[in-house]
């Protein structure tokens, strides 16, 4: 079982940067991909970016390509989402995830989610 705790969202204006952290608890952080998802009020979660087990291999959304960045530092047990660029439609409720299997892109493939961090993008 892994716990998830992410960290580094708030406010910024529109264009601006933020990084969010995502802290994982037990020793085989390795063993899983993770995933950001996001959900906007009134809209249903959605898929941001994953990154394989050891990262290797990244996928992002095509709203946020280019953009944003996902990372990792196995040794850190932490992932990364970069947000460069930011739009007011970025504005959103942004999950962590870890996932047992391969990495993807369904929310359900992940088992494990953090409680969330508010970013919102003002004008």
């Known amino acids: 079982q892994v716990q998830l705790v992410e960290s580094g969202g708030g406010l910024v204006q529109a264009g601006g940067s933020l990084r969010l952290s995502c802290a994982a608890s037990?020793?085989?952080?390795?063993?899983?991909?993770m995933g950001w998802f996001r959900q906007a009020p009134g809209k249903e979660r959605e898929f941001v970016a994953a990154?394989?087990?050891?990262?290797?291999?990244?996928y992002y959304a095509d709203s946020v390509k280019g953009r944003f960045t996902i990372s990792r530092d196995n040794a850190k047990n932490t992932v990364y989402l970069q947000m460069n660029s930011l739009k007011l439609e970025d504005t959103a409720v942004y999950y962590c995830a870890a996932s047992r299997l391969p990495v993807g892109t369904r929310e359900s493939g992940y088992q494990y989610w953090g409680q969330g961090t508010q970013v919102t993008v003002s004008s």
């Open positions: 037990g020793r085989t952080f390795s063993s899983y991909a």
């Open positions: 990154i394989s087990r050891n990262g290797g291999s990244t």
